[in-house]
């Protein structure tokens, strides 16, 4: 079975700050990692996928097998990041990719 | 061009009625999926179809939820006898076939059970 561990229901810091979400897998084969964002009255959307090892809005991931782990990270936090973030897991499903969502965490950055 | 669109945005209905929700897929889009994001729950897996088949229904809850999706377009996702524990944010995805780990979503259905 796959799992997404997101630990934090609500992540707040400061503007400048920096800011990590973290995020948990369970997952037998070889996972492909990634993260969705939504923004206030926004549509869900891709923020990175691990395979790419891109920055996005100064956001990046590195996948950690030997932790599990694909902890979301931004060395300086900006108020327009303020949104709920997914981490998601995909895994085959009938021949398609099914995404496995964790419970999102909200992260708020203050002025 | 158009995005993942889904009607109606908000639902209210009263417990033991059916309801249809719909979802618009972007054109040339094979794969389609339907997630329930519910409060405090996160993003909840209900089926993946790929043309007009499901292989995949192994996340709808219950016999009250059923899907069809038809020319390879258009989904409904119904719910017969409605329980307030229902009540969630519907949402629908769809992707290229090949490029299934990029989803894109619609804007969601708003379900309330009353």
């Known amino acids: 079975a796959q799992r997404v561990t997101q630990p934090e229901k609500l992540l707040s810091v400061f503007k400048g700050a920096p800011v990590e979400l973290k995020c948990n897998y369970s997952y037998s084969g070889s996972p492909e990692l990634f993260w969705y964002v939504q923004y206030s009255r926004q549509r869900l959307q891709l923020l990175l996928r691990?395979?790419s090892r891109e920055s996005i809005k100064g956001f990046t991931a590195d996948l950690n097998k030997g932790e599990t782990s694909f902890h979301l990270k931004k060395p300086f936090a900006q108020e327009e990041d303020s949104a709920m973030y997914y981490c998601a897991l995909s895994g085959l499903t009938g021949g398609g990719n099914k995404l496995t969502f964790g419970t999102g965490t909200q992260l708020k950055v203050e002025l | 061009g158009a995005g993942v669109s889904q009607s109606p945005s908000n639902k209210v209905t009263e417990k033991g009625k059916d309801v249809e929700l719909r979802c618009d897929p972007i054109s040339g889009h094979t794969a389609l999926y339907w997630y329930r994001q519910s409060l405090g729950q996160g993003l909840e897996f209900l089926i993946y179809?790929?043309?007009?088949?499901?292989?995949?229904k192994s996340g709808l809850p219950s016999d009250r939820f059923s899907a069809e999706r038809t020319g390879g377009s258009v989904s409904t996702l119904t719910i017969q006898r409605t329980q307030q524990e229902d009540s969630a944010v519907y949402l629908c995805?769809?992707?290229?076939?090949?490029?299934?780990?990029?989803?894109?979503f619609g804007p969601g259905t708003r379900l309330l059970v009353l």
């Open positions: 995805a769809s992707s290229l076939y090949g490029q299934q780990e990029t989803q894109y």
């Open positions: 691990h395979i």
């Open positions: 179809f790929q043309g007009n088949s499901a292989p995949d």
